[in-house]
């Protein structure tokens, strides 16, 4: 009899109406390596057991809102209370001069500030941040603060889990949210490292005040518009060499779109960009399509 005194049967989260449901249905969570490497990172640190447990709460779209404001991540999550969770988490801000260190090693490799200000971040900045003794991702638990209303003494709980969750997948959508989290937003990393690649090329560039370099002026080999309108769209010669893998599935959908960061506009309660990236999937399969039925047709002739 105490047996079935003393047992509870798993409560049912309450269901949320357009909650925020991650994109993903199975499998792991995150698209990028960015975001993949954010839940390993949380794997690493020691709540790899406890993360799973918010899963499915991030599947079943329980996140109710997410917005993160000065460095701090937060929440409201439906759990089976009536009234939502409030959910904070931050990671450790970087100092002035730690952000300077930061942005003068990044500045002086070119091809990581070409795909920084591309919106891609390149896979090896963890050594530049290794150089000035830094993480761009928590390597340790103590980076992390975490709060919730719940009355679960587990870190992270079901909750907090779920919005780690939702949160890889915004770093899908925007990478430089990490670096927001550690105190410097997409707009000041960025102008930063132009600013400082700017003094980088004055310096290389600056021609020697005794043997000053003389250049005659460039001029254009192009020829006018009037006199190729008739071939205005036919393909040139570097266009038939240009490596086309239509049947090679992108490791990123839509890399390019995604590049561009998460769109100002949204149509119900749907970010414009994830109703775009379908589009390119279908565009690519119907070309594919077409591809192999042309094909098909040239061979039975």
């Known amino acids: 009899m105490s047996y079935w005194r003393d047992y509870y049967p798993p409560a049912n989260p309450i269901k949320v109406k357009d909650g925020i449901a991650a994109r993903s249905k199975k499998g792991n969570i995150g698209e990028t390596w960015w975001s993949k490497r ?3 990172a949380l794997e690493m640190i020691g709540i790899g057991s406890r993360l799973q447990r918010g899963r499915s709460y991030a599947r079943k779209g329980q996140v109710i809102n997410i917005s993160i404001d000065d460095a701090v991540v937060h929440a409201q999550v439906q759990g089976t209370n009536p009234r939502p969770y409030s959910i ?5 801000r970087f100092t002035d001069q730690q952000w300077d260190e930061i942005f003068d090693a990044l500045s002086s490799q070119a091809l990581f500030t070409a795909m920084l200000l591309g919106g891609e971040i390149p896979k090896e900045i ?16 103590k980076e992390i603060k975490t709060n919730c209303s719940c009355p679960d003494s587990a870190n992270p709980c079901k909750h907090i889990a779920a919005v780690y969750y939702i949160l890889a997948e915004k770093f899908d959508r925007d990478p430089f949210l990490i670096f927001t989290l550690r105190g410097r937003n997409r707009e000041v990393v960025l102008e930063e490292l132009r600013k400082r690649r700017r003094t980088v090329d004055e310096v290389v560039e600056k021609p020697d005040p005794v043997h000053p370099e003389v250049h005659e002026p460039k001029r254009s080999i192009e020829p006018q518009l009037a006199d190729c309108l008739d071939s205005f769209w036919d393909a040139r010669e570097t266009l038939d060499t240009f490596p086309i893998y239509l049947h090679i599935k992108p ?16 149509i119900g309660n749907k970010d414009l960009l994830d109703l775009l990236v379908p ?23």
């Open 88 to 92: 904070s988490i931050s990671f450790s």
């Open 279 to 301: 589009v390119y999937a279908k565009a690519r399969e119907y070309v594919t399509k077409e591809i192999k039925r042309a094909g098909s047709e040239v061979h039975n002739d």
């Open 38 to 40: 954010f839940i390993k």
């Open 126 to 141: 963890e050594t530049v941040f290794a150089v000035v003794r830094l993480s761009l991702l928590p390597s340790t638990h």
């Open 251 to 266: 490791e990123l959908e839509a890399a390019a779109l995604k590049r561009l960061g998460p769109s100002r506009f949204k």
